[in-house]
């Protein structure tokens, strides 16, 4: 595909992102409209100012960082195992954050249950890949050690919910995933980790453009092959707890975000870099407009509707141009 | 230049090599010859670095070393400029090539007769295409060894002859190339040196001439063979 239709799609892209963020921040049961974006920078006391700066800017903000990461590190994930199954959470983070969520909940009944999501995916994230790295590293095996970390922390988080009937509830819906309001973190230090996160990626990117050859042809660089493949790991898991964090756990819109966006550009990671950002932002952006309108006042959790939303785009995507996942 | 010293190496109860010892001279092109599982791709393998030997040494003072496995997995949804471009990316933080760096893609490109084939999407190649763009890899690698597992399977005669033409010129800019091939009278005529794979774990390293023996190759493939000799040609024809 030439550059300059690589250009339009990325502008379309960006179009559909723009769209998503205005009716995650203007529309919905509330319409605001644009009239109100002058107002909103300087914060009044009024009912729909207060609407905005305290609900929906917020929840947008979170939205956007949430999808961004998860698309990143999903691709992050596919490029170092060049295997298009393989999402963000592998490496024992969805499990990792659900404990914290749940202990959060069992032990402090806290409202800060996404500090401690964020927190169990680091250390889970952690403890995986440095089993992997013990003896010698292999994407092979931190797939297999998260997928037994995963299991193992999820049996637990079964037996919390099981032997605490009275909290079961709350917790198997925070587990669905939603944007949530903490009392730690502020909105501006999750806005710096989210910078941050996105140089080191960005830093990374032309790496990954090495890594796209083939693996055993690398092998004679094996230093390089490992640091970065390390390296790229470490940066997935951290924007995956950042987007824990963010909106809880949302399952495989860190598998669809990436393959849509491949299927579009192939394998330069330089334009999969800008369209996962953009495709996965409005992906969230979408999904949580939809979560709080649909049934208002009443919210879907927010991981179910991005799976409702998701599988079918997704499958739409496949049927057309499908044929580039060859067995 | 490559210099191996009382190599052992085994896989589980298998030896693959004995006390080997042998020299690989610079500059030249040379072929590893030998029958299915003499540890033609593990000798590659354990002079790229890849593999460690259990026994000896191999010493080599290469700055940078290129080897090209058999069986390659390609990326998807890129040109072929792209593919090649990818290894720039080694070293670089830079999110795009500069202005010399493409003028080597090109360069390598021309060199393996696949200028017109830049910006094809490297799914559409054909397996010949994409084999001499994996040599144009091996070019803009920069490396002063090149080593190819077999890397005229699946081609027809003509390209086989093409792609052992642009691998033999790659010996005039300096580069040392070691090439593992099947087809020994196609060997013949392009290798400078030659390395036969015996079946009691031995490497017999020489050159054409003394190489070319129906002792020697009845060493390694255990058929008697009647070698021709006419001036600088050898012909090699099985006995039956």
């Given at each position: ?72 590190a999903g691709m992050f994930m596919q490029a170092v195992s060049k295997n298009p199954l393989a999402e963000p959470?592998i ?117 990954l ?27 997935a ?17 860190g598998i669809?975000a990436p393959q849509?966006s491949r299927?579009?550009?192939?394998q330069?990671y330089?334009?999969l870099?800008?369209?996962n ?51 | ?240």
């Amino acid at each position: 595909m030439s550059k300059s239709k690589k250009l339009v799609i990325i502008t379309v892209l960006f179009g559909i992102m723009l769209l998503s963020l205005y009716l995650a921040i203007y529309a919905g049961y509330k319409d605001l409209g644009f009239k109100l974006v002058k107002k909103a920078f300087n914060i009044g006391n009024d009912p729909d100012s207060l609407i905005l700066n305290f609900l929906r800017y917020p929840r947008a903000f979170k939205a956007f960082i949430a999808g961004s990461c998860l698309a990143l590190a999903g691709m992050f994930m596919q490029a170092v195992s060049k295997n298009p199954l393989a999402e963000p959470y592998i490496t024992g983070i969805s499990s990792g954050a659900g404990l914290g969520i749940v202990l959060s909940v069992l032990l402090f009944n806290s409202v800060n249950y996404s500090v401690f999501g964020f927190f169990g995916a680091l250390i889970s994230s952690a403890v995986v890949i440095l089993f992997a790295g013990f003896s010698r590293f292999s994407i092979t095996k931190l797939i297999l050690i998260g997928l037994s970390v995963n299991i193992f922390f999820s049996s637990l988080i079964s037996f919390i919910i099981l032997v605490n009937p009275a909290k079961s509830y709350t917790m198997m819906l925070i587990l669905s995933g939603g944007i949530t309001a903490n009392e730690i973190i502020s909105d501006k230090i999750l806005l710096t980790l989210f910078v941050v996160a996105l140089v080191f990626a960005g830093i990374f990117i032309p790496k990954l453009n090495y890594l796209r050859l083939d693996s055993e042809l690398l092998e004679t660089n094996k230093g390089k092959k490992y640091l970065y493949t390390v390296v790229i790991i470490i940066a997935a898991a951290f924007l995956t707890s950042l987007s824990v964090f963010s909106a809880g756990i949302l399952g495989f819109i860190g598998i669809i975000a990436p393959q849509i966006s491949r299927m579009l550009f192939g394998q330069d990671y330089r334009w999969l870099f800008a369209s996962n950002i953009l495709l996965g932002s409005s992906l969230i952006l979408l999904s949580d407009y939809i979560a709080r309108t649909v049934i208002f006042p009443l919210q879907i959790p927010l991981g179910l509707v991005v799976a409702f939303i998701g599988a079918p785009v997704f499958v739409y995507f496949l049927t057309r141009k499908g044929d580039m996942f060859r067995d | 230049m490559i210099k191996v010293k009382d190599l052992y190496y085994s896989v589980e109860n298998l030896t693959l090599f004995e006390g080997v010892n042998f020299d690989i001279p610079k500059g030249k092109l040379s072929v590893i010859i030998g029958p299915n599982g003499a540890g033609k791709t593990t000798m590659l393998k354990l002079i790229a670095g890849i593999i460690k030997p259990q026994k000896g040494e191999i010493i080599s003072n290469c700055k940078e070393l290129f080897y090209l496995p058999q069986r390659i997995k390609y990326p998807q949804g890129i040109t072929l400029a792209e593919y090649i471009e990818s290894y720039f990316y080694k070293n670089n933080w830079k999110w795009f090539l500069s202005g010399e760096e493409k003028t080597k893609i090109d360069e390598a490109l021309s060199l393996m007769d696949l200028s017109d084939k830049k910006d094809v999407l490297i799914d559409n190649l054909s397996s010949g295409e994409l084999q001499k763009a994996n040599i144009a890899l091996g070019i803009v690698s920069n490396s002063d060894i090149i080593m190819l597992d077999e890397p005229t399977a699946n081609m027809d005669l003509v390209n086989r002859i093409k792609v052992l033409d642009f691998i033999k010129k790659l010996t005039e800019k300096g580069i040392s190339i070691i090439v593992i091939l099947h087809d020994i009278n196609l060997s013949s005529v392009y290798g400078d040196w030659f390395l036969g794979f015996t079946k009691n774990h031995k490497v017999i390293s020489e050159e054409k001439d003394k190489f070319f023996t129906p002792e020697n190759l009845k060493e390694i493939f255990d058929i008697d063979f009647k070698v021709i000799k006419d001036n600088e040609d050898v012909h090699i024809q099985v006995l039956n």
